[in-house]
């Protein structure tokens, strides 16, 4: 063999080698576990915490308004549209306030009125005409609107 | 922050609909220097195996320029890409865990491949003799650099210089359909695009090809006529005009590839025509007909063209070339420009586009690309310092 | 011997599992959505995405076809910021709320073009991103034919929706769905042929976004008219 392709065999040979020592001290462990991916990917993603902590544990404590709001029209509404977020509240209710709503026109997020609303699933008024700016809350109870 | 300024710019200059997250172009200016990079690497190549395979022998005074350019580039070729990267010190993962159903994944492999068994062992067996030669002339760290360069083989014989000469015919035979893998998978890339329609062709890999080898012929006779006037030598007018005519031949099927992909869309007139209808006509009016398509094919078309029925005298000539291999260049990186940012100017709902516009002050991506681009010739300048071509020992064959 | 010539079983990256695994898809009710973009806030809120409207792992798109045929598509700051008409209402033809998300696609291009396997269908059929791995290439953001996946700028790799995978491992539903006031969304195991979205897709002529474009997209939706891409 020619003295050119020996060397440049072994010089390949090693750059090789190199190459598959990396591949197999970098290669993740759990790679290829369930698929062409790292399997640990899905107990990290899996770990992250969850923020809303939806209707039941809500009416652990506030049984009264889930009640109240169980018989109207917004029963299956989630408290945690409104109120924000209660992960934190639900933890350390002292600590952790909810956010009770401000705005009194914050309900036409819903219900101002648009053509592109069916008018079967939500009722919609056009704020001017309907309550001339005066806040919702004036005459609705949000957790029993028609009470 | 600053940069959402450019992105709060964006969407008051949204035109239409598009998708909220369509509004960040994340395939900026480095995505369409690289496959320039690529192509001139490509292109330069298919020049020197003009040469060596295909035995045009006028193309030899050029030869070594070409292998050296096509170097130069190569080396520069990964880097729009690592910096372009979200994460890139990660960059290592597509060489460790590649996903095999990706175009991309091969990248690395094909990189490595033609980096170091097309270029480096062609370039090394033209030059191994010249390299022990010179390891024995020069003194000091130059004499052990050259020796180490030659991977320790003194051998300078006959029947050696045979064995390099067989050998480095085989890399270039193998080299040439390398070079097409190498360009033509980055073609595949967006052509496999099926989410994108300006981008979903199968001509795009052989499109994307064939301004390569334009592109990349088009740098090898700008290098050659800059390199010979810095060096105050005489160029070789031959080896000139048989550079043009391989440029205007590849010109007339690039061309040709490029007119039949529009014309096909023309027709065809699928659901995305009209929106691209209007991007073409609006957005890339300027990239695309003046700059792409006039200054980039039409005007060295016909001048090329009218130089193989007449040619004016020599001083003339080399103007021309000049200017021709100039006006190529900058068209083929609006071509790169078109594909790769046009692609991205229109939304995918075909109700409205984007705009992106290139910060020339404060975008990193536009200082980069310049880095990227300029670089590799001060990499060719080191080469032809190392390895120069004109020095080398007068060939036995 | 078809199935030797069978390219898809390399060419794509996920796969229904065999035996009795849960196959996530979901369902939405365009004849339902009255566009308050609840979904959309309560899932930014949820999943840390950046406030910026640049950046969404859903959105709802408001259609308005006028009278003499012009379609107008809006989604200010993904809906969040409510909607107006475009044009008085005397002069729409039609219109109409679309909520968008990731589509979970059975044959996902995002996961097939993803070069280093960070884009991956989990064995439920939910796709996600590892963004530990991510490399921030972007391949994948070009390669979603619905839009629905972005760069975070904080992190450089890509964020998309998840089907809040971390909250089904709790028993939990996804913030979208717990968020929607009419019922307008659901998800659910298309394995089982009792579950709700089954009977959603049983009982309603469904269509999915693209079809064309062959990627087996698993968000059925119910009332999609043609005017939506």
Not at chain 2, 255 to 273: G, M, N, V
Not at chain 3, 185 to 208: P, Q
Request: contains cysteine; aromatic residues 14%; proline residues 5%.
């Amino acid at each position: 063999m020619p003295v050119q392709i020996r060397r440049l065999l072994i010089a390949f040979a090693i750059f090789i080698g190199i190459m598959l020592v990396l591949k197999y001290y970098l290669t993740p462990e759990s790679w290829r576990e369930y698929g062409p991916y790292r399997g640990y990917a899905l107990t990290e993603i899996a770990g992250d915490e969850a923020k809303y902590v939806q209707m039941e544990t809500c009416s652990m404590c506030h049984d009264s308004i889930a009640e109240l709001k169980s018989q109207g029209v917004h029963e299956t509404i989630e408290c945690e549209i409104c109120h924000g977020p209660g992960y934190k509240h639900a933890d350390e209710p002292e600590h952790n306030r909810m956010e009770i709503i401000g705005d009194g026109l914050f309900c036409l997020r819903c219900h101002e009125k648009n053509m592109a609303r069916p008018e079967n699933i939500i009722k919609q008024i056009d704020a001017a005409e309907h309550s001339e700016g005066e806040e919702c809350t004036t005459c609705h109870n949000p957790h029993q609107p028609w009470l | 922050m600053n940069k959402f300024e450019s992105l709060y710019e964006a969407l008051a200059n949204m035109d239409g609909y598009i998708y909220p997250n369509e509004i960040v172009l994340n395939w900026d200016l480095l995505i369409v220097m690289y496959p320039y990079v690529t192509g001139l690497v490509a292109g330069a190549f298919i020049l020197a195996s003009l040469n060596r395979v295909f035995d045009i022998k006028a193309l030899r005074p050029t030869y070594e320029i070409s292998l050296l350019t096509a170097l130069s580039f190569m080396l520069v070729a990964t880097m729009p890409l690592i910096t372009h990267l979200g994460q890139p010190w990660r960059f290592y993962e597509m060489l460790i865990t590649p996903h095999l159903t990706s175009a991309m994944a091969i990248f690395g492999f094909v990189y490595l491949w033609y980096l170091m068994v097309v270029l480096l062992l062609e370039i090394w067996f033209d030059y191994r003799y010249d390299m022990v030669m010179w390891s024995k002339q020069k003194k000091g760290f130059m004499k052990y650099f050259y020796k180490a360069l030659t991977l320790w083989i003194s051998d300078t014989s006959k029947e050696s210089r045979k064995t390099d000469d067989k050998l480095g015919y085989f890399v270039t035979v193998i080299g040439i359909p390398s070079a097409f893998l190498l360009h033509g998978y980055v073609g595949f890339i967006f052509g496999s695009i099926k989410a994108n329609p300006w981008w979903s062709t199968v001509m795009m890999p052989v499109i994307f090809l064939f301004s390569a080898m334009v592109s990349g012929i088009a740098l090898v006779m700008f290098i050659y006529m800059v390199v010979s006037y810095l060096r105050k030598q005489k160029m070789d007018m031959k080896a000139l005009d048989t550079i043009a005519k391989y440029l205007f031949y590849i010109l007339i099927l690039d061309f040709t590839l490029e007119s039949l992909d529009q014309i096909h869309r023309i027709y065809e007139a699928d659901e995305s025509f009209d929106i691209l209808q209007i991007l073409v006509r609006g957005k890339l009016f300027f990239t695309f007909f003046i700059m792409q398509i006039g200054v980039g094919t039409l005007i060295p078309l016909a001048t090329l063209g009218f130089l193989q029925f007449k040619k004016p005298r020599e001083r003339i000539r080399k103007i021309i070339y000049w200017a021709m291999s100039v006006c190529v260049l900058v068209g083929i990186f609006y071509m790169r420009w078109n594909v790769v940012i046009g692609g991205q100017l229109f939304s995918k709902s075909f109700y409205g586009f984007t705009s992106y516009k290139v910060d020339l002050i404060g975008g990193t991506d536009v200082w980069l690309s310049v880095l990227w681009f300029i670089v590799p010739f001060f990499i060719l300048a080191f080469l032809l310092w190392l390895l120069p071509p004109w020095k080398k020992h007068p060939a036995e064959h | 011997m078809v199935s030797l010539l069978n390219p898809y079983k390399f060419v794509f990256a996920t796969k229904k599992p065999e035996g009795n695994g849960k196959w996530y898809g979901v369902g939405i009710d365009i004849e339902k959505c009255i566009g308050c973009a609840s979904c959309a806030r309560s899932c930014k809120t949820e999943n840390d995405v950046l406030a910026e409207p640049f950046f969404f792992r859903n959105w709802i798109e408001q259609y308005t076809i006028t009278n003499d045929g012009q379609i107008k598509v809006s989604s200010p700051n993904g809906g969040i910021d409510g909607f107006t008409q475009p044009v008085p209402d005397d002069e729409i033809y039609k219109t109409f709320f679309v909520p968008k998300m990731c589509n979970h696609c059975a044959k996902s291009p995002c996961t097939q073009v993803c070069p280093v396997g960070a884009s991956f269908e989990s064995p439920e059929g939910i796709a996600l991103v590892d963004q530990n791995y991510c490399i921030g290439c972007g391949y994948c953001v070009q390669a979603c034919p619905y839009g629905c996946r972005y760069i975070d700028p904080r992190k450089g790799v890509v964020d998309k929706c998840t089907l809040c995978y971390h909250r089904l491992e709790k028993g939990l539903d996804p913030a979208c769905m717990m968020a929607c006031p009419t019922g307008a969304r659901l998800y659910g195991d298309l394995n089982d042929k009792e579950s709700a979205l089954s009977l959603f897709v049983k009982e309603n002529n469904c269509a999915v976004l693209k079809p064309q474009l062959n990627t087996e997209s698993k968000l059925f939706y119910n009332g999609l008219s043609q005017e939506v891409h």
